[in-house]
Structure formats: structure tokens, C-alpha cells
């Protein structure tokens, strides 16, 4: 399973998630959110190794400021939490890996996934909320038995120091990668290196008895 620490935008923090070795790190280049990386320096990733896809996280972002952001930074994902069609994730597939977000509720219809499957690397599945993302709320991972397209998928919403254990437990064979957010934090913007190296060693543990069995 790959790990994603997302909502980072302080240069000692995010020296110091680089050295846990996370899979993706995320930027929120959402305006609205606590976590907006706003006039970050662009020469911030300098020093990361290329080994960690630096993804930029969107909600209703136009393509030119989405195309504008990926060239400052030169951020190698995105990952759209808005209302995005598929010929505009089309646009940027091959590009950059896209990763399209969507928020879950119990009423959600996987069906509408289908339009999108040729034009996206990855799905993400986050809980449905009016704030589009970054809620610290869990959906019912029950409902991801329903999926059953061939897209592997991204985990967010929610996912803690006390639920590590709980995700372990979800056999689907697209499972991906988990998406570490707000409960991983100290204050918006800033993540618990304690708390994150904690989950990584149980995800870790994880990937090795995957491996073993
Ligand atoms: O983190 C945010 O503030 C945010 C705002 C708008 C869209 C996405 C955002 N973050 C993403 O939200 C999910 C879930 O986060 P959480 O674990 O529930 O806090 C995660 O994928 C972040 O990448």
C-alpha cells in the first residue's frame, strides 16, 4: 500500500514528512482551505527527492491556472476535488498522473465513475462534505465493496492515528494508497511527525506481511 501525506506547506515540515519517505505529498491549491499553500516559494520542492510525486491538490480550478501551478512548482500529480468533467481530467492525463476525487456518502453510485475511467491514472474516495475535502470525518468503507471498476483508488477522509489498524482490513483488489490529512496534524498545515511515523511503521508492517502471505 502507497502513502500520500497530504495539506503540507511549511518548508522544516515538509523537510521533515520528505524524510519519513511518504509515496505522493499534496499541496492544497484551494483558496478556501486552512491548509491553502498560497504564495509558497516555488523553489520549496528543490531539495525533495524525485522518488516523492509532489501533487497539487484543486477544487473547480480553471485549466490554465491548473496548467500555470504545475509549471511553477512542477508538480508531477493532480488531484481534482471538484465538480471536474472527464475531458478535463482528459486534458491533463499523460501530462501529469491524475488522481479524481470523489466524495462518499451511503447513497454514492459508483456508476458515474465509468465516464471517467479512461481518462484518469487514479480515483480517490473521500467523504462526501459541503468543504470538498479535509473534513478529519471517515465514510462507511463497507460501500467500497461496490467498486468494481479496474482504476486502483487512493483511501482519504478521515483516516487516523486510531484507525490504521481498521484500513488493514480492507480487501479490494484496487486498494492503492491511503491519504494522510487532518488528523495527522498539529494545526492546519503543519503535520505530527510522531503520529505520521507511527502509521507509516504500521503500514509498512503492513506491506511486509503482505508480502510474506
Ligand atoms: O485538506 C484540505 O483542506 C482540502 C481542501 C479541499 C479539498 C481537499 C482537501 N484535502 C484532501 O481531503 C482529503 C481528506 O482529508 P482528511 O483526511 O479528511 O482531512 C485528503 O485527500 C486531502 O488530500
Redesign the pocket.
Known amino acids: 500500500m502507497k502513502i ?1 501525506v ?2 503540507l506547506k511549511y518548508q522544516d515540515n515538509i523537510n521533515a514528512v520528505a524524510d519519513l519517505a511518504p509515496d505522493y505529498m ?1 499541496f ?1 491549491c ?1 483558496d ?5 499553500i498560497g504564495q509558497m516559494e516555488n523553489d520549496l520542492f528543490d531539495e525533495l527527492p524525485n522518488s516523492i510525486i509532489k501533487t497539487a ?1 484543486f ?1 473547480n480550478e480553471n485549466a490554465e491556472q491548473v496548467s500555470k501551478l504545475i509549471a511553477l512548482y512542477k508538480f508531477s500529480a493532480i ?1 481534482l ?1 471538484g465538480n471536474e468533467s472527464p475531458d478535463f481530467c482528459n486534458r491533463f492525463k499523460n501530462k501529469v498522473t491524475v488522481i479524481k ?1 470523489y466524495g462518499v456518502d451511503e447513497d454514492f453510485d459508483f456508476g458515474i465513475l465509468e465516464r471517467y475511467k479512461n481518462n484518469v491514472d487514479f480515483f ?1 474516495f ?2 462526501k462534505t459541503a ?8 465514510f462507511n468503507w463497507d460501500i467500497l465493496n461496490k467498486y468494481e471498476l479496474n482504476v486502483p483508488f ?1 483511501l ?4 487516523s492515528p486510531d484507525n490504521m489498524e481498521e484500513v488493514k482490513k480492507i480487501d479490494h483488489p484496487m486498494f492503492y494508497a491511503v ?5 495527522f496534524e498539529t494545526s ?1 498545515g503543519i503535520k505530527d511527525i510522531n503520529k505520521l511515523t507511527t502509521a507509516f511503521n504500521t503500514i509498512k508492517k503492513f506491506n511486509s506481511d503482505e508480502v510474506r502471505s
Open positions: 500520500k497530504c495539506g499534496g492544497i484551494y478556501r482551505s486552512p491548509r491553502f491538490v477544487v488531484q476535488h476525487a480517490m473521500d467523504t468543504e470538498h475535502g479535509g473534513s478529519g470525518r471517515k487512493f482519504s477522509g478521515g483516516l491519504d494522510l490529512n487532518s488528523r492546519p
